[in-house]
């Protein structure tokens, strides 16, 4: 018989468990503590529990996060990671290493249902939704697998799907995630990126905490990115951005706009002209993301590296934000865009 999985439970939900068996409420809080700030995943280790409710929970509970199956590194010391879920199916997350720096790149989704033309998860379609057990089980397995221990790290949510679309199983992860008695991460430090999900980024918006928001533009003219992004033709740029103007008036704090350079396609000097404007129009940071191919999927080329660069340079030069995110762990397929699990590999 399949017993119920206790990881990714808030606090409610494990009291609940304890007091359908007849066991006081507040062994609920403990096993929050044990999963999820000491990360002793074997019940019958959770001292503070009678040694018999710890039998029960053995026989009638599984603490389940997920199972790493696969470890590719890159040059750069990028790791990506194959995850097989609890609930079934697989997806990847990605370690790096900057500068000391530890950021972690996590999915939301088996998939995307989004279908951005230049991203390989879009090519999946989606299978479904990950609960917030299956987030927090990612970014616990890395934890551990890079014994990281209390190591501050960044999280941001662009590894596979569109943290938006499964808007409850992202905000149950980020509560546990930053819960003082769960990882007892700052908000600060976890990123949620979006296609560009407008009714979602106002539900975000008047939420008690929050992540910080990464907005994937992409292009500048409505009839690029309907052709880059299907998601455009719902909610077309001028729609988009004052639902960004709006989540910065009601939140007090910024935005990043980020934006894959595909050559020819989003790079030209009219589009940097275009990018200025609303630039100014906007005061968001602007991540210029070279394009990651995936040849024999994606048909798109990045620009030369010099185009890159003049193109920040322009628009530093206008005292606007923005920097190059140089693609890392390319080599492994760990970039962003390059995630997938695909029937058949490339
Ligand atoms: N679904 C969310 C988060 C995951 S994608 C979103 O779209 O924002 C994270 C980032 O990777 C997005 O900015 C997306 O535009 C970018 N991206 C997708 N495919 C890419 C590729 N092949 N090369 C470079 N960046 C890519
Ligand atoms: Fe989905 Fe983001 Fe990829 Fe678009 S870029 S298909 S929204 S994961």
Not at 103 to 118: E, K, R, Y
Not at 185 to 201: A, D, F, H, Y
Request: with cysteine; charged share 25%; hydrophobic share 40%.
């Amino acid at each position: 018989m399949d017993v119920p999985n206790l990881f990714g439970l808030e606090r409610s939900g494990l009291e609940a468990f304890f007091v359908e068996r007849g066991a006081p409420r507040f062994h609920g809080s403990q096993a929050y503590r044990w999963m999820y700030a000491r990360r002793v995943l074997d019940p019958r280790l959770w001292t503070d529990l009678s040694k018999a409710l710890r039998e029960t929970l053995a026989s009638e509970a599984r603490v389940d996060r997920g199972t790493i199956v696969g470890r590719a590194e890159a040059a750069d010391g990028t790791v990506k990671y194959r995850i097989d879920l609890p609930g079934g199916g697989t997806v990847e997350s990605v370690f790096m290493l900057q500068r000391e720096r530890v950021t972690m790149c996590i999915s939301s989704q088996v998939g995307c249902a989004l279908a951005c033309d230049f991203c390989l998860t879009g090519k999946m379609g989606l299978k479904r939704h990950l609960t917030p057990g299956e987030i927090v089980g990612q970014v616990t397995l890395l934890q551990d697998d890079r014994d990281l221990g209390d190591t501050p790290f960044n999280l941001v949510f662009m590894g596979m799907g569109e943290p938006l679309h499964n808007y409850d199983g992202v905000l149950g992860a980020f509560r546990i995630l930053t819960d003082p008695e769960g990882l007892g991460m700052s908000r600060r430090r976890i990123t949620v990126s979006t296609s560009g999900l407008v009714p979602e980024i106002e539900r975000l918006s008047r939420e008690p905490a929050r992540p910080r928001l990464a907005v994937s533009l992409n292009a500048t003219t409505d009839a690029v990115r309907e052709r880059l992004m299907p998601v455009n033709k719902r909610w077309p740029i001028a729609t988009l951005l004052a639902a960004c103007r709006a989540w910065a008036k009601t939140t007090g704090e910024p935005f990043t706009l980020e934006y894959v350079l595909l050559e020819g396609v989003n790079d030209t000097d009219a589009d940097v002209a275009r990018l200025e404007k609303l630039l100014r129009a906007n005061p968001a940071k602007l991540n210029l993301i070279p394009f990651n191919a995936v040849p024999g999927w994606l048909e798109y080329k990045p620009p030369s590296r010099e185009r890159i660069v003049a193109i920040r340079d322009r628009l530093l030069a206008k005292d606007l934000r923005v920097s190059i995110r140089w693609s890392r762990g390319a080599d492994a397929r760990a970039a962003c865009g390059q995630l997938a699990i695909l029937g058949e590999r490339p």
